[in-house]
């Protein structure tokens, strides 16, 4: 259901606020893959994905909005804000969605856009 990948997310999410490390690698596929916005930003297991997670947690960049969109194993989470264009070394404009592969209560996969409409369409594909 759309409702349980959302809540899903959103608790991960809140360990994440919290820097539950437990709770965060409990909520991570072994082979989870994050893929960024240029080929050479990439996480490989729930260590490298929780590192990178915290320190863009911890860079307080400022943020305006959030904004979920949810299927049945696939989520959208899209950020906009002021600063965001100091990750990736300003390939980022104000604004970056990542796509979560959700599958048997573990994140597989996140995959970062730069636009909505490419990151919605990667959420309609199977």
């Not at 608790?11 to 916005?37: I, M, N, S, T, Y």
């Not at 490989?44 to 979920?68: C, K, M, R």
């Not at 959208?76 to 600063?83: A, I, K, N, S, Y």
Request: proline share 3%; net charge negative; with cysteine.
């Amino acid at each position: 259901m759309k409702r349980h990948t959302i809540e899903f997310l959103w608790g991960w999410f809140d360990a994440l606020r919290c820097r539950d490390h437990e709770a965060l690698a409990a909520g991570l596929h072994p082979d989870v893959v994050w893929q960024g916005v240029t080929e050479d930003l990439v996480c490989h297991g729930p260590q490298e994905v929780i590192t990178a997670f915290l320190a863009g947690f911890d860079a307080n960049q400022d943020v305006d909005s959030l904004e979920l969109f949810g299927t049945d194993r696939k989520i959208v989470l899209g950020v906009r804000g002021p600063g965001l264009g100091d990750i990736a070394d300003g390939a980022v404009g104000d604004e970056i969605y990542n796509v979560f592969t959700i599958e048997d209560g573990k994140i597989t996969r996140i995959e970062d856009h730069l636009d909505r409409d490419q990151a919605l369409a990667a959420v309609a594909d199977p």
